[in-house]
């Protein structure tokens, strides 16, 4: 840490600029609330602009009249704009709002602010622990002589038996409240930075896209050295420390037998008694889900960069088809000047083609031989079979008259207000049965003076081949009984 690199930092470094900003309390609790808090990836412009808005006119009500001037939309242009900004503003495929993210820079502030916030307790015998294992593991993993693993091995193989061998005896030693709280924080903590790195890992795929656009509008080498020079920067990415660990976390996560694993764990956990009024419980509870969230917004970055090569190579070769059709032209253009030309004065070397062009036919265009399929026919005598066969029924269609039926409920309607389907059809009972029935139905949810009562039903009686005009003649006859909403026609 040097005096000159560090007021270089105080002047570009995002997070030092939050943190020295005139509003920086107003910034840093705004950016907690609305990303960090509800573990937000990105949101769009015009719902910060409201929340915001509302946040500025709960503090102008102060004690200090006027302390916020500005709109909400000018504080938020303020704060994403240039390229040290607390926020990035950028335009989704598809969408015209744009939308706004935290930056790497001021989530790291606003990590730093939490830290000052007061704990319960510090969780140091949980840290300790965790340094301890750490190291344990870095020890085993690296260790080269066989003799020396397996009997690392061994020892927690006698560790373990050991313990079996207490809870089987009835010694169950169990966590404390204490101990539960402290390996809780500890797990929210992780988790908290393990979300705060992935916008770190997307800033960087970010960075690499910029260069690469910049990259292919100013380089003037041709399309091989330069798709070399990207590949290399892209695998430099994906082959460095951080690209293999994001990497080894991503194969991790993608694991449905973890995914399950990771739910149990977290469920489990908050069944313990001594995490029942712990705050903002439900961050660990859906960590799963914020994981895959924020993988997806990197892996998107990066399909992002994979698009902007395609485009280049897409372009790259349109202008080549372009100088090659361009070329072709030309010895066109200089061959019908060479044809208005005396013969003698026509190079030695000059010849002429009677077609446009030479019909060049390609061995690979060739079709490959394929001997074709004979179709093999069943020859059967066709027997001659006299069956009688009723068709009658194809001339037993009916054909219901809807005009009739309308002119029925108009003629009804002329002396009475309204009048219900059941008492039309007291007076024109139904000749064809069921299809009559519905024919009425159909009138009914097409008229628009009409109401069909589904609360109240009622019951209509009649024959399959209705000619009866009483009821004491429809009860003698094969009977149907229909139950339907209440119908009233109304003029």
Known sequence: MQYADLKSQRKN????????????????????QVFIQPNQRSQPFDVLCSKLDDLLFYLNQGEDKNLFPKSAANYLN????????????????????????????????IEWLQTLQPRQFV???????????????????????PEVRIAELEQQKHEIDQKIARIRSGVVEDFDSTRIKERWFEAEDTARKLLSDFRQVE???????????????L????????????????????DSEQGKSFSAF???????????ELEHL??????????????????????????LDAGQKVFQTNAQLVEQLRKYLADQAWLENKRILEIVRNVEKSTIALKHQDAGTLPRDFFQVDQAKVDVHLLMEHNLFSPKKKIKLIRKTIEEVDAEIDVSVLYQQQWVDEIQLRKNIRKLLQTKQQISLSEVLETYPLKQGLAELVA???????????????????????????????QHELLEMSQRVAQIPKIIFSR
């Open 219 to 238: 380089s003037d080498k041709n399309k091989g050295d330069l798709l070399d020079e990207i590949f290399d920067q892209q695998n430099y990415i994906q």
């Open 78 to 109: 303020d704060w994403s704009g240039g390229s040290n900004a607390f926020m990035r503003k950028y335009y989704e495929k598809g969408n015209d709002i744009p939308q706004l993210d935290l930056t790497p820079g001021a989530e790291k502030a």
């Open 266 to 291: 977290t469920s489990t956990a908050l069944q313990q008694d001594a995490l029942k009024n712990i705050e903002d419980a439900n961050f660990l509870r859906y960590i799963g889900f914020a994981l």
């Open 13 to 32: 470094n995002v997070a030092w600029r939050l943190l020295t900003s005139p509003h920086a309390p107003l910034i840093a609790s705004f950016l907690y």
């Open 440 to 470: 009425y139905l159909n009138i009914a949810t097409k008229r628009k003076h009409t109401v069909i009562d589904e609360k109240t039903t009622e019951q209509l009686i009649f024959s399959k081949e209705s000619s009866a005009s009483t």
């Open 250 to 260: 991503w194969e991790f996560l993608m694991s449905p037998d973890r995914q399950e």
């Open 123 to 145: 969780g140091t015998e949980s840290r300790l622990l965790t340094l301890y294992r750490l190291l344990q593991e870095i020890v085993q993993n690296t260790e080269q002589d």
């Open 203 to 217: 800033y960087n795929f970010r960075s690499l896209d910029q260069e690469v656009r910049e990259m292919i509008t």
